[in-house]
């Protein structure tokens, strides 16, 4: 297949497609519209529906009635439509829903700078619903990285029976480049039940991997689904050991396979004395920066999150050993930089902007000079 | 050889779809490219840029710097996105919509929006008037591939008028 | 046992409503309309429900059941129904949950005419906060959140349905139990949004505040007060006075359901074989 110029928003509703996304509910929102848009056109082609709602709750909402019903679902969303989807992304952790949810991240709180890039959602995709409850939170680079966290995104959501949030940014949503898809792609089939109602079925049962398989409404199961804290029946329980034992199993189920789940994009680190991190839309600058400062024979690191949450505590933890200085690049006031000063071994600054601009390479180089005098 | 342009104007003049037409020709003449844009809320009036990057090599910083052509379809444009223009770059100005030159050394005017008037009745096809001049001046892709990128793009009734306007762009200099 | 039992997951019940708590009755309704109707069965049949006293009931019920979030569950239902479009599926909401928080849902539910039966249990109040004002608190009525009387003009449920679009709207009490029975069945044969008021009494929540904790007392004013649509519309302007209300069915049309109109998008886009 030969080069196309395609759009990061095009690319994903196309990996979100190829990954078997059969059901798509919405509302239009800059600077996210265009995957609702493609959907909008590409479902019904495939036998999909998709289904333009009233709000960005009831997108959610229907999206989870979809997705029990047994469709690969996702919607996609930016700003305060994100933080209206919050409710029932912590419906869909509780009761172990699949679902994709995209956020093209613009200048926020509130209605913020419209259009303008940003990457202030971080934290919000990791802790914007109510309660402990774990998530996975993914963020591509380029237009090409969006087709492939696409289709890894809702492999994950059905894998791990989770709502899955696809953190991208303006730049990359609105991007256009060259890309060549991937024709090979491996799709994670729906879980199904491995027993019979009669041999004891029961829907919240973890399999091996604390998973459970539950059953897809209209399958003759009869099974409950509820917001409530559950036993493994499905149905509500007040018990302090069920309500522990459920939201550590909740937990466990993704931290158990977090070696798996957590991508970081390394280069020039052999000989690195300090690191640029980022992650999104903003990487691309920074990686420009970072060869630009090598130039300038500063031995400097690049490393970028693919994989925001769970985040690598252990890779950050471990690079940083050799290092005498990180500097986190991203386009917000900070938030993932408490994250990386959490986890690193060495002093860490941050590179932050929000004025409706992106980076500039200079800009992120100058940081990094900085960083090396301040350790001096 | 990284070559960097920015494509400017006001909402509704289609700015925007001339920059993703060039960017798309580049990529089928098996170039890198990437397209950005920022615009207002306005879907008509107001602000609208948009800039292409095409090289041989890979593109990570996805915004122009020192852009080496600037194409300006009104006074505004003009006046606000000359200014970091290479030295040795070129300005493109829609003679009409910009009665005051910037003070730069290497412009070249055409009535753009004039001769989509004149010549095919509509104003609608000075975006890609404007990428006839923009092939021609910047020779970053080559004209039969720009034919077929326009061809692609546009809705099929249109196509032979839109051939029109990108030859009279090209012609016009 | 009696056949509409078999309905029921007996391990889930007792239930948890409170003595004379009109709920039950509107239930067994549901599951005694379902009986009726050879088309829905335990395996193709999705219960729905969002919170409250009401949307408890999705717990007790013997199918594919989901008990969703405050407000939510017009919108689950949507994707379920579209999602497999092959399942028959019912809504079981409170005046609260379907016309407070989720009165947007429930009239975009309407608009769209998504094939669901809605059966919004109204009991006047919030029972499950205990007692606090619902939209449709009469005016005048206590609550622990109108303690000097509500001043908030109640929604007519049933008019703000028809006005949206849905295309089966009606009214019955949990007295006229057999009345009921029946709207929910003619509900469910509407292949379209079906909508249905059944009135319950709140004996704990509402009563209580309201000079009528007796549940049999509320149960006669629901007897006494309510009137067929037919003779509600040969009654004279100055006889509609004091609490008498319409039961009945007051609308019905024939109109392609929102599944059936996306099946044609489907067509047009040439997937529908897919």
């Known amino acids: ?63 989870l009635g979809a997705s029990l019903a047994g469709k690969k679902v996702l919607t996609a969303s930016s700003g305060p439509g994100i933080s209206l989807k919050q409710e029932l ?77 696809l953190l991208t940014d303006e730049i990359v949503g609105h991007l256009r480049e060259n890309v060549e898809l991937p024709t090979d792609i491996e799709v994670y089939p729906r879980r199904i039940p491995k027993k019979t109602r009669a041999e004891g079925y029961q829907p919240f049962t973890p399999d091996e991997d604390l998973v459970p398989n539950v059953a897809n409404f209209g399958e003759g199961y009869k099974i409950h689904v509820t917001g409530l804290i559950h036993d493994e029946t499905g149905f509500p329980s007040g018990s302090p050991k069920v309500t522990r034992e459920q939201i550590k199993r909740m937990h466990d189920k993704i931290s158990s396979a977090d070696d798996e789940i957590i991508e970081v994009h390394q280069e020039f680190m052999d000989d690195a004395d300090f690191a640029v991190i980022s992650f999104g839309g903003t990487a691309r600058t920074a990686y420009e920066a970072v060869l630009n400062a090598r130039k300038r024979g500063i031995k400097v690191g690049f490393v970028r999150l693919i994989t925001i949450f769970p985040f690598a505590d252990k890779i950050i933890g471990k690079i940083s050993k050799n290092l005498r200085g990180i500097l986190v690049a991203e386009l917000n006031f900070g938030q993932i930089v408490y994250e990386v000063e959490r986890a690193a071994n060495c002093p860490v600054k941050l590179c932050a902007k929000y004025d409706m601009t992106i980076f500039e390479p200079e800009e992120i180089e100058k940081s990094i000079d900085e960083l090396v005098a301040e350790v001096k | ?70 194409l300006a379809m009104t006074q505004k444009a003009a006046d606000k996105y000359f200014h970091d223009l290479n030295p040795n770059g070129t300005l493109i100005l829609d003679d009409d919509l910009v009665p005051n030159s910037p003070d730069f050394k290497n412009i070249i005017r055409v009535p753009i929006t004039k001769l989509a008037v004149e010549r095919l009745g509509k104003a609608l096809f000075a975006n890609i008037v404007a990428l006839g001049v923009i092939v021609k001046v910047t020779r970053l892709v080559d004209f039969e591939t720009i034919k077929k990128s326009v061809a692609n793009r546009v809705p099929p009734h249109t196509i032979e008028q839109n051939m029109t306007a990108l030859q009279i762009g090209y012609d016009s200099v | 046992m009696r056949s509409y039992e078999n309905f029921f997951r007996q391990n889930r019940l007792p239930h948890l409503w409170c003595p004379g708590c009109g709920n039950g009755i509107v239930m067994k309704a549901i599951v005694q309309a379902i009986e009726k109707n050879p088309n829905f069965t ?26 969703t979030a405050h407000g939510r569950a017009i919108p689950f239902a949507t994707g379920v129904k579209l999602a497999n479009p092959a399942l028959n599926v019912i809504v079981i909401t409170g005046d609260g949950d379907c016309t407070a928080i989720g009165g947007n849902h429930f009239i975009h539910g309407c608009r769209r005419n998504v094939d669901l039966t809605v059966v919004l249990f109204n009991n006047n109040i919030y029972g499950m906060t205990g007692g606090q004002a619902s939209p449709m608190t009469p005016l005048g009525k206590k609550a622990t959140t109108a303690p000097y009387g509500s001043v908030d003009r109640p929604f007519d449920a049933c008019k703000l349905a028809e006005a949206a679009g849905a295309t089966y709207v009606a009214r019955s009490t949990a007295f006229h139990v057999q009345h009921l029975v029946k709207t929910i069945e003619d509900g469910l044969k509407n292949r379209g949004f079906s909508f249905i008021e059944a009135l319950v009494q709140c004996p704990t929540a509402y009563g209580r505040r309201n000079k009528m904790g007796d549940p049999a007392k509320m149960m006669a004013w629901m007897r006494d007060n309510a009137v067929m649509k037919n003779s509600w519309d040969k009654l004279p302007d100055d006889k509609k006075i004091g609490e008498k209300f319409p039961i009945g069915l007051f609308y019905q049309a024939e109109s392609e359901s929102y599944d059936e109109s996306y099946k044609k998008v489907q067509e047009i886009a040439g997937g529908a074989a897919k």
């Open chain 1, 1 to 63: 297949m030969s080069a196309r110029l395609m759009q990061g928003n095009e690319a994903i509703a196309e990996g979100a497609l190829k990954a078997g996304v059969r059901f798509f509910g919405g509302y239009p929102i800059t600077p996210s519209t265009e995957i609702a848009e493609s959907l909008a056109k590409m479902l019904p082609k495939v036998g999909g529906t998709f289904v333009q709602m009233e709000d960005e709750i009831a997108s959610m909402g229907v999206i």
């Open chain 1, 89 to 165: 992304i912590g419906y869909a952790a509780a009761a172990e829903i699949p679902a994709v949810i995209v956020n093209v991240q613009r200048v926020g709180p509130s209605t913020g700078q419209p259009t303008a890039p940003s990457q202030g959602d971080v934290m919000q995709a990791r802790w914007g619903t109510h309660g402990d409850h774990s998530i996975i939170v993914l963020s591509p680079w380029s237009v090409k990285e969006a087709f492939e966290i696409a289709v890894k995104a809702v492999n994950y959501a059905e894998r791990f029976r989770t709502p899955v949030i």
């Open chain 2, 1 to 70: 050889m990284r070559k960097q342009l920015r494509l400017s104007g006001s909402g509704g003049q289609g700015v925007i779809t001339a920059a993703i037409i060039l960017a798309e020709a580049a990529v089928s003449e098996g170039k890198n490219a990437v397209q950005s844009q920022s615009y207002g809320p306005e879907a008509r009036g107001g602000a609208s840029k948009s800039e292409v990057i095409i090289d041989d090599e890979k593109i990570y910083h996805p915004h122009v710097k020192t852009p080496d052509f600037v």
């Open chain 3, 42 to 67: 335990q395996d193709n049949t999705v219960i729905v429900s969002g919170i409250g006293c009401s949307s408890r009931a999705s717990g007790y019920m013997d199918f594919d059941t989901l008990h």
